[in-house]
């Protein structure tokens, strides 16, 4: 897929530089010439000897080599490959790229191309959260970098948090997608996300416990691919994936406005944990307790985003995905909604208490559609969400 592409690697300073390793090798595997380059610092953290081995090409790592100057070779190196990708990214090589400095070979390499660029951060939660990271990050981003991760985890420091190396498969995907276009460009799929909060009134909800991370790791998935993602989400705990459109909503009738405002699309992911009633007239200021009467609700029912999406006669996406959390019999609940519903395939998984996937970082979900289910195994959120946009792709003729 990457046959004849070149790649300058530049490798930065942090423990997540031995994932390079495993980078290279997965993106040769896909054809690609990987030129590596390695900061001083790098060095302390995988050897030089193991990146030539791997890349199968000279290690670049001093910014004066008489050898290749006489032709500046600095200048040549950062203009032949189609893709700058710096793995590991450090807040140390995020500032220099900012700030434009030129110390090093790296760094000189960084500002003296005009290649594409993309990098993958990878530090300390603190660091990453500092404003100074995240200031810089968004000038990155303002000027035209592409950015991969970082993801949330436990780290080797000890500590939990962003910050942590993206997977190195979803690396590779952002790669070929900067590369190629790939599967799903000028593809346009719509992801909903997150819970929804129905008001009983300006303190009070109702809500679906959500944390709206295995949507956006979905979203974030389908853009790797090349997919132009819509993601509206309700107010979720996690942070919004960048690259896509953002459509921000707090209720049920919220969310269906923004998805049908959406249309067309030519695939929809129902990730959201949508709640199936609200208040049917919530009151404008705090109910009050009274002597210990309870107060009386009367409760409506919210609008069913996908099977009104599922059986739309005009605009119906080309595929439409729904997900079912159960606590119990969760392919006969999850086969039985697929058809009540009329969408084209449900991702349903077992949230009862025993199994921590709810709130937690891993899923396990089984895949049903008309040929029947399909149960992968338990696995990370993030690799649940590129295994089904994988799955999209391929469904839409792309992959």
Same mark, same amino acid.
């Given at each position: 897929?990457?046959?004849?592409? %070149?790649?300058?690697?530049? &490798?930065?300073?942090? /423990? +997540?530089?031995?994932?390079?390793? @495993?980078? !290279?090798? %997965?993106?040769?595997?896909?054809?690609?010439?990987?030129?590596?380059?390695?900061?001083?610092?790098?060095?302390?953290?995988?050897?030089?000897?193991?990146?030539?081995?791997?890349?199968?090409?000279?290690?670049?790592?001093?910014?004066?080599?008489?050898?290749?100057?006489?032709? $500046?070779?600095? &200048?040549?190196l950062s203009r032949v490959a189609?893709?700058?990708? *710096?793995?590991?990214?450090?807040? =140390?090589? $995020?500032?220099?790229?900012?700030?434009?400095?030129?110390?090093?070979?790296?760094?000189?390499?960084?500002?003296?191309?005009?290649?594409?660029?993309? &990098?993958?951060?990878? $530090?300390?939660?603190?660091?990453?959260?500092?404003?100074?990271?995240?200031?810089?990050?968004?000038?990155?981003? +303002?000027?035209?970098?592409?950015?991969?991760?970082?993801?949330?985890?436990?780290?080797?420091?000890?500590?939990?948090?962003?910050?942590?190396?993206? @997977?190195?498969?979803?690396?590779?995907? +952002? *790669? %070929?997608?900067?590369?190629?276009?790939?599967?799903?460009?000028?593809?346009?799929?719509?992801?909903?996300?997150?819970?929804?909060?129905?008001?009983? =009134?300006?303190? #009070?909800?109702?809500?679906? %416990?959500?944390?709206?991370?295995?949507?956006?790791? /979905?979203?974030?998935?389908? #853009?790797?691919?090349?997919?132009?993602?819509?993601?509206?989400?309700?107010?979720?705990?996690?942070?919004?994936?960048?690259?896509?459109?953002?459509?921000?909503?707090?209720?049920?009738?919220? $969310?269906?406005? +923004?998805?049908?405002?959406?249309?067309?699309?030519?695939?929809?992911?129902?990730?959201?944990?949508?709640?199936?009633?609200?208040?049917?007239?919530?009151?404008?200021?705090? &109910?009050?307790?009274?002597?210990?009467?309870?107060?009386?609700?009367?409760?409506?029912?919210?609008?069913?985003?996908?099977?009104?999406?599922?059986?739309?006669?005009?605009?119906?996406?080309?595929?439409?995905?729904?997900?079912?959390?159960?606590?119990?019999?969760?392919?006969?609940?999850?086969?039985?909604?697929?058809?009540?519903?009329?969408? =084209?395939? !449900?991702?349903?998984?077992?949230?009862?208490?025993?199994?921590?996937?709810?709130?937690?970082? @891993?899923?396990?979900?089984?895949?049903?559609?008309?040929?029947?289910?399909?149960?992968?195994?338990?696995?990370?959120?993030?690799? *649940?969400?590129?295994?089904?946009?994988?799955r999209i792709a391929a469904a839409?003729?792309?992959?």
């Open positions: 897929m990457l046959s004849g592409k %070149r790649i300058l690697l530049i &490798i930065g300073g942090g /423990i +997540a530089a031995y994932k390079s390793l @495993e980078l !290279i090798r %997965r993106l040769r595997d896909l054809g690609a010439v990987v030129t590596p380059v390695m900061t001083p610092s790098a060095e302390q953290f995988v050897t030089p000897l193991s990146v030539a081995a791997l890349a199968g090409e000279t290690v670049h790592r001093e910014l004066f080599d008489l050898t290749s100057e006489a032709e $500046m070779g600095h &200048i040549q189609d893709l700058v990708l *710096v793995a590991p990214a450090t807040a =140390d090589l $995020m500032a220099k790229m900012v700030q434009g400095l030129a110390g090093d070979l790296a760094s000189t390499l960084l500002l003296a191309t005009d290649t594409p660029v993309m &990098i993958v951060p990878a $530090m300390n939660v603190r660091m990453w959260q500092h404003p100074a990271t995240q200031r810089n990050l968004a000038q990155l981003l +303002a000027d035209g970098v592409q950015v991969v991760g970082p993801d949330e985890g436990a780290m080797a420091c000890g500590e939990f948090g962003p910050g942590r190396f993206a @997977e190195v498969p979803d690396v590779v995907d +952002a *790669v %070929r997608s900067a590369l190629t276009g790939g599967p799903l460009a000028g593809r346009r799929v719509l992801v909903t996300s997150g819970p929804t909060h129905e008001p009983i =009134d300006p303190v #009070r909800y109702i809500a679906n %416990r959500s944390s709206g991370a295995q949507g956006t790791a /979905i979203a974030e998935a389908l #853009r790797a691919l090349g997919a132009d993602v819509v993601f509206v989400t309700g107010p979720a705990e996690v942070a919004r994936p960048e690259g896509v459109e953002v459509i921000e909503v707090v209720t049920a009738t919220q $969310m269906r406005a +923004a998805v049908l405002g959406a249309l067309p699309v030519d695939a929809g992911v129902f990730a959201a944990a949508v709640a199936d009633w609200r208040v049917a007239s919530a009151s404008d200021s705090k &109910i009050k307790k009274q002597n210990g009467q309870l107060p009386v609700l009367e409760f409506a029912e919210n609008p069913d985003i996908l099977a009104e999406v599922s059986r739309l006669p005009e605009g119906r996406p080309g595929l439409v995905v729904g997900f079912a959390a159960e606590t119990d019999d969760v392919v006969a609940h999850a086969t039985a909604k697929r058809v009540r519903k009329g969408c =084209d395939w !449900i991702v349903a998984n077992d949230v009862s208490p025993a199994t921590g996937i709810m709130g937690g970082s @891993e899923n396990a979900v089984v895949l049903i559609s008309e040929n029947g289910s399909e149960a992968w195994p338990r696995m990370g959120k993030r690799e *649940v969400a590129r295994r089904l946009a994988l839409l003729g792309a992959g």
